[in-house]
T-cell receptor, first 114, second 112 residues
């Protein structure tokens, strides 16, 4: 149980493109979803916390207009990187949890901006 | 802000050896979690700890929630090549947001 699916697994696109990443909880309803960014050989850095039906809470230093988060249902959250530039290239990972359970992670999205 | 100090940063061991890694913090956590991350994938939950002093096993893995609620360790017994990866501890603060603070990770390499 507790399967989280993230799509796409890899994106390569030109600078200025907006990219949408989906995160789905497949076998449970996620009251909260989280979005992380991970640079090579580093730990996970929390970008934002998303609760279904409400606005996401962004961590300090994360631009909410740059990284748009939508959490329209209990099984789906999306992260849109708007007008992506090479410095946005990274590994983006989502996680989901319900109730007092631990976070379960998707397999990540490798974003490469040319 | 809150920080978790995870050590060691990396380990290179022989197959069959036991491994130990730990996390400490100046903050009190109500939950400790241990995850493993393989290259290019998301972290996978190994063990969750919910009570101070709790000792929990998952196969060859054993983890403990420190009595002070500020530390945790993970042991791997009789390591095998597929144990290779990055291990992260994560602490969850009091409250119900579910937000985690992650350690810096321990990179484990196992020589067959």
């Amino acid at each position: 149980g507790a399967v989280v699916s993230q799509h796409p697994s890899r994106v390569i696109c030109k600078s200025g493109t907006s990219v949408k990443i989906e995160c789905r909880s497949l076998d449970f309803q996620a009251t909260t979803m989280f979005w992380y960014r991970q640079f090579p050989k580093q730990s996970l850095m929390l970008m934002a916390t998303s609760n279904e039906g409400s606005k996401a809470t962004y961590e300090q230093g994360v631009e909410k207009d740059k990284f748009l988060i939508n959490h329209a249902s209990l099984t789906l959250s999306t992260l849109t990187v708007t007008s992506a530039h090479p410095e946005d290239s990274s590994f983006y990972i989502c996680s989901a949890r319900t109730g007092g359970q631990p976070q379960h992670f998707g397999d990540g999205t490798r974003l490469s901006i040319l | 802000g809150q920080q978790l100090n995870q050590s060691p940063q990396s380990m290179f061991i022989q197959e069959g050896e036991d491994v130990s890694m730990n996390c400490t913090s100046s903050s009190i956590f109500n939950t400790w979690l241990w995850y493993k991350q393989d290259p290019g994938e998301g972290p996978v939950l190994l063990i969750a700890l919910y009570k101070a002093g709790e000792l929990t096993s998952n196969g060859r893995l054993t983890a403990q929630f420190g009595i002070t609620r500020k530390d945790s360790f993970l042991n791997i017994s009789a390591s095998i090549p597929s144990d290779v990866g990055i291990y992260f501890c994560a602490g969850q603060l009091r409250g119900n947001t579910g937000k985690l603070i992650f350690g810096q990770g321990t990179t484990l390499q196992v020589k067959p």
